[in-house]
């Protein structure tokens, strides 16, 4: 039944009366010029009391409350594995054909009585139904972040995924879906058996090393059955052979790690490529090479460790950047600090912001002058000034509680390689004391551990990095560094493990830092089916940026051909797009002119077809049959899709749900109300006139 909803005191509405009253009354019972009957005086009079007493009423702004029911129909996600590796399978022609029409004949049929949405993913998750199996990535957890995101609190049904559980990007599917209470039915894709193939696992290296050191690089290689043949492991640096080593292959599951001691002569940007030799009866060449770039340094670099207050962790940081002869290490407290943080080419901040001491310059001067930093949170640590200075990570923290974490890894972190042997020795190292509270990462954040609470793992990092337009900062969530160091002492007799976990972070914050008025970003490695892009800064004297000058570009193909660029202004600064390169290495030289001065930059970059979906083509169907198992579901081969239809609509929590939901409206937009009013006043206005009054 309607409602009717007035905001004021229901006693107005007998002042809405008095008014009406009042007016019809001055109008008909006190008008001398009043030439009607009796009878046709009180009509009139009634006529006019209803109409002013209404217009009153109107004017309170009443609204009329109804109930709407509402029928929400049960939802179906569905998510396709759009990447490369699908393909590469035996059966590529079935995939692009009879597996979408399939797709979507089931799709066709589960819309007859639920809503169904299709999703792609791969690179990033995209509304679709129809993939082409481009992707170069397999992130299963971004699809069920983006389902946790946009589906919470909605009909959701059940999930369907199609793909072939080969993951190469981001946590494991499992954990990642582990809060979803939806049933989850896999569809298995790709192929199951192994091909004979030799390829190169994972490549270890310093990302930065110094001028005259000897840097070590290990290639862990794979064979699978290639039993009693021989593979040669290169190492090339343009195009020439720096190092390399036989390899004879003594089973059918063959697995060898060979480290390479190569010289850094040469200051700069560097690229390597290791190949490992192609053996006859292959099924797959892609994965038997691969780019590496390392940056060469030629100076030490100074590091600032500025704290809230004497701690242990400080000594603990400090002996662990010392080992490295690079780097020249200051200690300081914020109470009295007044040096200039530009000389500085990394900033250490221990316990700051802290509660009594937000360190408000420090943090502005790190910004203007985009300096790197490294944060370290404690028990003193104001969490709501770093969230704002810090942007890879917000911690939501009302109770200022703090709790024992433990290291855990993140298998797919890759800014820097960490050794196996070291990130086991660092889950079992103490738990660091962290901030009790919610973990936001933001998007683009990288996170190199997360935190195990009580044995349970949890999605907040321990240590997390940030890129913001090539300004690196970094997070270590606790406190407590130097029991790391002790424990690691007692059980290990080192520190290796603590004094890499710090140097690594460190190396890679301050990697391609420099202070040069003219400089070209490069990611140094694109996909070669993706756009190309370069970026100029160009600061004047002041340090600010500029983009009022015209930078050109000279680019160089491995055939020597030359072809000359212009940069555009873009922001305050310059970005050039080449669109798409073919795969090969390229030089560059850009160079400008500010004022009365030259400046040029150089550099190279790779332009290939990146391999991560080559690098392994194995499916991985038991992951998806675990993934199903744990969520009420079940895993298919892609022609049971019938079956899958008649156990989905089965399910129990396939039913539509009815809601009713609260309608207002005012009672001045009601038409029917309207129209009384104005017949109401026309009658009246045209009787009046008709018998002769006023």
């Known amino acids: 039944m309607p409602e009717l909803i007035f905001s004021y005191s229901w006693w107005t509405i007998l002042l809405v009366l008095i008014i009406g009253l009042a007016y019809a009354g001055l109008l ?189 690089v290990e290639i862990s290689i794979s064979a699978i059955k290639l039993k009693s043949n021989s593979t040669t492991i290169s190492l090339l640096e343009n195009k020439k052979v720096i190092a390399k080593k036989d390899v004879f292959i003594s089973n059918d599951s063959y697995r060898k790690s060979v480290k390479f001691n190569v010289e850094a002569d040469k200051v700069g940007k560097r690229r390597y490529r290791v190949v490992v030799e192609s053996i006859s009866g292959e099924a797959n060449f892609e994965n ?55 000389q500085y080419d990394l900033v250490i901040l221990h316990q700051l912001p802290s509660k009594k001491n937000a360190a408000v310059r420090v943090l502005k001067s790190i910004t203007d002058n985009k300096i790197p930093v490294l944060f370290f949170l404690g028990s003193q640590s104001q969490l709501s000034v770093f969230n704002r200075n810090f942007e890879g990570l917000d911690i939501i923290s009302s109770v200022g509680r703090m709790v024992h974490a433990q290291y855990e890894v993140n298998n797919s972190f890759a800014l820097f390689s960490f050794n196996d042997e070291l990130t086991h020795q660092l889950t079992t190292l103490p738990p660091l004391t962290v901030p009790l509270g919610n973990y936001r990462l933001a998007l683009g954040a990288e996170v190199f551990g997360w935190q195990r609470i009580n044995d349970i ?50 190396m890679y914050l301050i990697a391609d830092t420099d202070k040069r008025n003219f400089r070209i970003q490069s990611k140094g490695e694109y996909d070669s089916r993706l756009d190309v892009s370069l970026v100029a800064e160009l600061y004047n004297q002041s340090l600010e940026l500029d983009n009022t000058a015209n930078v050109r570009l000279s680019l160089i193909n491995e055939k020597s051909e030359k072809f000359d660029f212009v940069f555009s202004p873009f922001d305050n600064y310059y970005q050039l797009n080449f669109n798409k390169l073919p795969v090969g290495v390229y030089r560059y030289t850009a160079s400008v002119k500010l004022g009365g001065n030259n400046y040029e930059d150089k550099g190279e970059f790779v332009v290939q077809q990146l391999d991560n979906e080559s690098r392994n083509l194995n499916a991985d169907h038991r992951l998806l049959n675990r993934l199903a198992l744990e969520h009420n579901g079940m895993m298919y081969n892609p022609k049971q899709t019938k079956e899958l239809l008649n156990d989905i609509n089965n399910l129990s929590t396939i039913s539509s749900k009815v809601h009713y939901e609260d309608n207002f409206t005012g009672l001045n937009t009601v038409v029917a109300v309207l129209i009384i009013l104005l017949l109401l006043l026309t009658v009246e206005w045209f009787l009046r006139k008709y018998f002769g009054s006023y």
């Open 457 to 506: 793992v949890t999605d907040f990092p321990l240590v997390a990095f940030y890129n913001n337009i090539g300004v690196k900062s970094g997070v270590v969530s606790g406190e407590g560094l130097w029991l790391w160091r002790i424990h690691d002492q007692l059980q290990y007799n080192n520190s290796t493990a603590v004094d890499a976990l710090i140097n690594k972070a460190v």
């Open 28 to 216: 008909y019972t006190r008008n001398p010029g009043n030439k009607l009957s009796s009878v046709l005086t009180v009509t009139l009079f009634i006529f006019r009391f209803i109409s002013v007493s209404l217009l009153v009423f109107l004017l309170l702004s009443p609204t009329i409350k109804t109930k709407r029911k509402q029928i929400e129909k049960p939802i179906i996600i569905v998510g396709i594995d759009n990447s490369r590796s699908i393909l590469m399978a035996k059966d590529s022609v079935y995939y692009t054909d009879t597996l979408v029409d399939s797709l979507n004949d089931l799709k066709n049929e589960l819309s007859v009585n639920n809503d169904v949405d299709t999703y792609l993913f791969g690179n990033e998750v995209v509304e679709g139904s129809n993939p082409d199996f481009i992707d170069n990535k397999s992130n299963y957890n971004d699809f069920f972040n983006f389902i946790k995101q946009n589906y919470t609190g909605l009909n959701v049904g059940a999930i369907i995924l199609a793909g072939d559980g080969i993951v190469n990007n981001g946590i494991d599917p499992v954990y990642g879906a582990s809060n979803i209470t939806t049933s989850i039915f896999t569809i298995a894709l790709g192929d199951t058996s192994q091909a004979k193939d030799v390829k190169i696992d994972d490549v270890r290296h310093n990302s930065i090393v110094y001028s005259g050191d000897i840097f070590p």
């Open 288 to 342: 038997n090479s691969r780019n590496i770039f390392i940056d060469v340094l030629d100076s030490r670099q100074k590091i600032l460790i500025l704290a809230y207050a004497p701690h242990p962790d400080i000594g603990a940081i400090k002996q662990s950047l010392l080992k490295n002869r690079n780097y020249e290490v200051e200690t300081e407290y914020i109470t009295g600090f007044g040096k200039d943080l530009k």
